[in-house]
């Protein structure tokens, strides 16, 4: 049988199109960067490595000349600069594939992948690149590569030439007691954080995963969750030149620069449950409450305040205004010649520590009924809410017949006093609230009465304190820390 020359023609086309389906399907199961760019072009690892650029401020910067200089090192190279909202004035980037613009924050009318920095990044790595620096000498990022897959750390970074270079530091972060402690590296140039202008490199998987990715400022950000993670970065010997023009350089621009710094560091501290910062030499930096806000925390309920549930424990700033509150209390109380002396959960702090449980939201005092009278702010307290000249708040409590010291009009973290009275040798009280350590006690645990340290001062206590807990608590009181609600929430049993 011959082929008609119109029978070979429909043959070859069909035969070409099989060829061309073939080829684009194959296309199509391809990594995305092995088609990304083409051909590379002056050099071999650049386009593994995404530079990122977010820590900047858009009325001052130097930014396209930080993008420029990685071009010229390799024009392949990506580049993704990365706000919260359009920048204005706006940035003078060059408009090619490779540079791209991510705004971070959603908008109606964009997708929901187009908020997601890592809708962007296509490379392996990620370099975190700040403003003010410059990229002058060849294969920096290459050898940054090498020294990542090289090492142990699960960062590296190279320090900029500005008048703040990065150093090495040591950071401790603990969620459940909302701090994070900074300290000298006892191990440099392996560190857990750095303090100063770097280049921070590291794989996109493990950037993407944090949970806050590219919060701002991206150094504190980042090295509070690769600390916590236990994730360490090596300071390499490498350096990234400082821009030509640097950013900030007026005084107005670095006033106003700082001022919007620290504002959105404390926002992005109190956001990742950070409420207290300790430097090395003891400086102690706070972003929780005080006496202008409201407490940390909301109404308790069943004896359990919500952050146990969160497997943290009492906000450090609430431990400080309580601490202040009961050495304030107990301040006036001895001066007015009222008997008193620590009661429940509080003589069990101090009894196992000195000082107040960590996880508890209150202090507990009891005092004796007959001596209120002594007390004019207690006597005031009788008739209504009194504001004493320091803010302390003195009244009745609302849920019976004692009295509440509040930290201030807005905070109402609080020392309770539980007025009790004898009768025949058993003290006594007119109001009981459904707690296992709410019942009656021989007097003679108040006879004398002895002083035990309790949250940074000297407190009154029962003498034979233990028998004295252990009666209200049960054995083993003091040995065996438990939550206030065991059958709510227990502590052996939480994170």
Known sequence: MRLTRCQ????????????????????????????????????????????????????????????????????????????????????????????????????????????????????????????????????????????????????????????????CLALNVSLRQWTARYGAAPAAPRCDALDGDAVVLLRARDLFNLSAPLARPVGTSLFLQTALRGWAVQLLDLTFAAARQPPLATAHARWKAEREGRTRRAALLRALGIRLVSWEGGRLEWFGCNKETTRCFGTVVGDTPAYLYEERWTPPCCLRALRETARYVVGVLEAAGVRYWLEGGSLLGAARHGDIIPWDYDVDLGIYLEDVGNCEQLRGAEAGSVVDERGFVWEKAVEGDFFRVQYSESNHLHVDLWPFYPRNGVMTKDTWLDHRQDVEFPEHFLQPLVPLPFAGFVAQAPNNYRRFLELKFGPGVIENPQYPNPALLSLTGSG
């Open 8 to 167: 070979a023609a429909l043959a070859a086309a069909i035969t070409l199109n099989l060829l061309v389906l073939f080829y684009v399907s194959w296309l199509q199961h391809q990594p995305r960067n092995s088609r990304a760019r083409g051909p590379r072009r002056a050099s071999a690892v650049g386009p593994r490595v995404t530079v990122l650029v977010r820590e900047f401020e858009a009325f001052d910067n130097a930014v396209p000349e930080l993008v420029d200089s990685f071009l010229q090192q390799d024009p392949a190279q990506p580049v993704v600069v990365a706000a919260d909202t359009l920048p204005y004035p706006p940035l003078a980037l060059p408009r090619i594939p490779n540079v791209r613009l991510a705004l971070l924050q959603p908008a109606l009318d964009r997708p929901a992948a187009a908020s997601r920095p890592e809708t962007y990044v296509a490379t392996e790595f990620v370099a975190l690149v700040p403003d003010g620096a410059r990229a002058e000498a060849p294969g920096l990022l290459e050898r940054m590569v090498e020294a990542l897959r090289g090492g142990s750390a699960r960062l590296v970074a190279a320090p900029v030439a500005t008048a703040n270079p990065a150093r």
